[in-house]
């Protein structure tokens, strides 16, 4: 699958957590996507976010991640803004890390177009 990715991330130092923006295109691995990551405040077991991406442009892309009505992370795709992605739909995806459960809820998930 292509997308452009926003993660919530805890493995930061401390009070830190991560916020990261991805673009993963098909066929790649994880390891492989192109990734800007931001420490933001640590994101706190059982409790509620709001998360927003919004992704403007065509060439380049930019993508913002926000947590809490908040800008964390600006994202503009650089060597590649040649090839934006341009299909695709949208997706909630949880991911673990080596041995460590992923558990989350979602609730009120909204997709808007301009």
């Known amino acids: ?54 992704i403007v442009g065509a060439s380049p892309v930019t993508v913002t991640g926000y947590v809490n009505d908040v800008p964390l992370l600006q994202w503009q795709e650089d060597g590649d803004a040649s090839a934006p992605l341009t299909s695709g739909g949208p997706a909630i995806v949880t991911r673990a890390s080596g041995t460590l459960p992923v558990t989350a809820n979602f609730d009120d998930v909204t997709l808007t177009s301009p």
């Open 1 to 54: 699958l292509s997308g452009y990715c926003i993660f919530l991330r805890t493995d930061g130092t401390g009070t830190t957590g991560k916020l990261q923006v991805s673009k993963k295109t098909s066929g790649s691995s994880m390891a492989s996507m192109s990734t800007s990551t931001a420490a933001v405040p640590l994101f706190a077991k059982d409790t509620w976010y709001k998360v927003k991406v919004k």
